[in-house]
């Protein structure tokens, strides 16, 4: 009985010692979190930041402090991703400072290496086609070191797009096409079309499924700046639907 009361405290230390590890290490966020529907919300989860995000904080002050924060934003080896996620929520916040949405992705050779930066600017430019990976592989293709990396129009392998949130539809099958690897940040399970490949015909999720496509490894709060970045259209409402941000 004795014997049998102390395994159990071990057991109950063993796992409180486990969730404190992952509290602290932060390699868990509950995905409820990942929704957000409204402002306040939003607001609610910016004030939560280690940021210093305030709630009566102009639009202005909030993304002046994101950037300082993601600026200063030291990488740690135990996450090998965090060093592309910075990197593109840099350039999603980029695109909202410029009124834009609030999704960046970079392109990483076979070496780990970021050799093209993008963001989103379908508002910038009026362009319905111009989403971060859309802008970023065309402006790779375009681009003359581009050559080296590609075979017509199909990349050579070990080329991974990394983006701040799960690729839509319309990225993720251009990302095939050209023969990447997907890697995203942010887990929002209401995002993108990299969760939902089943729901593909045949053939384009056979192709979508001949690469690799995953969640990133990457920090909570880089996960967190990324989802809240992608929502970051509720803080005024932008773009041409002009609904009550309630509705979305
Ligand atoms: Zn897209």
Redesign the pocket.
């Known amino acids: 009985m004795k014997k049998t009361l102390i395994l159990i405290c071990l057991v109950v230390l063993f796992l409180g010692i486990s969730a404190q590890t992952n509290q602290q290490g932060g390699s868990v966020t509950d995905r409820s979190y990942f929704i957000t529907h409204t402002r306040q919300e939003l607001i609610s989860k910016l004030t939560d930041l280690p940021c210093g995000i305030k709630s009566d904080d102009q639009v202005k002050v909030i993304l002046d402090k994101l950037k300082k924060y993601l600026d200063e934003f030291k990488p740690s080896a135990e996450f090998e991703d965090d060093i592309y996620a910075r990197a593109a929520n840099l350039q999603a916040l980029k695109s909202v400072m410029q009124g834009g949405y609030g999704i960046g992705s970079v392109l990483i050779d076979k070496d780990g290496r970021i050799i093209e930066e993008a963001h989103n600017s379908q508002i910038q430019k009026s362009r319905s086609d111009l ?4 802008t970023l592989m065309t402006k790779f293709e375009d681009s003359r070191h581009s050559k080296k990396y590609m075979h017509m129009y199909v990349y050579k392998p070990g080329l991974t797009v990394f983006s701040s949130a799960e ?6 099958i251009r990302i095939s096409t050209a023969g990447a690897d997907t890697k995203y940040c942010t887990p929002g399970p209401e995002d ?1 079309m990299a969760s939902r490949i089943d729901f593909l015909p045949p053939d384009w999720k056979a192709m979508a499924m001949k690469y690799s496509v995953e969640l990133g490894d990457c920090s909570p709060v880089m996960q967190k700046i990324s989802h809240l970045l992608f929502y970051s259209f509720l803080l005024d409402n932008r773009g041409p639907d002009k609904q009550d941000s309630d509705s979305h």
């Open positions: 989403h971060a990976e859309m690729p839509c539809p319309m990225c993720l993108g």
